[in-house]
């Protein structure tokens, strides 16, 4: 079974992709809702919360974790994984980001991947990077907050970046691919047509590539605090029904 950790939903977006990639794996999820939102906790805490996460994974049979939480991807190549093997957000993204060689793009993502500094390390050399750490972002659309809220969240944080220039935005959030009809009129707002580059979508592909899963395509999805948000947003990826969630 092949392990997915995040926060609350994020992961969600990361795993759809993953679906199409490899249909068949079996998938065991663990979204820490009741912890959520990681983005603004200390790195201490992020480490504590990732074994605890990692342990919730290994014990509902994960043999490989996908980190689908770059808040998280710090500890993870820190250890934080222990046994398992794992892919994290930044090196499949960095290999990605090849393509817009010497462009200049900005991260958006939660203060805790912000201050740690793993997308600029990740794409030294690749991109020119200028990031953008958000508080409450992640929190609103985990929480299910109106589409109004979650715009004027993003809206009020760009105003920090007015009149900059970029070829693209990285999404280092996987909240954030979950909101894009939201998130995306405002950022083309304030910086016009550019690219707009989910992570999960090389990482989705690079996990598929990595672990090797044909169990029959079962999905256990473990939450811990119960969310009428978390299941809607299952419903609306997964409509055929075809999973279990548990709340632990
Ligand atoms: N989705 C996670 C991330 O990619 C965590 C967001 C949060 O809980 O603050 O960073």
Known sequence: MIGFFDSGSGGLSVLSQFRKWAPEAGVVYFGDINNAPYGEKTPEELEAL????????????????????????????????????????????????KQFRGKRFLLLATPATVASGIYSRALEGVV?????????????????????????????????????????????????????????????ASFGELAVIDPGEPVAAAAADAFKSEDGGAMRFYISKESDAFRARLKALFPDGSYTVEVI
């Not at 009020?156 to 998130?183: F, M, N, R, S, V």
């Open 50 to 97: 990732t074994m605890l996460g990692v342990d919730v994974l290994r014990q509902r049979g994960a043999t490989a974790l996908v980190s689908a939480c770059n808040s998280v991807s710090t500890s993870i190549l820190a250890g934080a994984s222990g046994e398992l093997p794992f892919v994290e957000m930044t090196i499949p993204t960095a290999q990605y980001m």
């Open 128 to 188: 020119m990077l200028d990031t953008l750490g958000i508080p409450g972002l992640a929190g609103a659309i985990e929480f299910g907050e109106s589409d109004e809220k979650v715009s004027s969240v993003l809206a009020e944080a760009l105003t920090q970046k007015a009149g900059e220039k970029y070829d693209g935005i990285i999404l280092g959030c996987t909240h954030y691919p979950l909101a894009l009809p939201a998130l995306a009129p405002v950022i083309y």
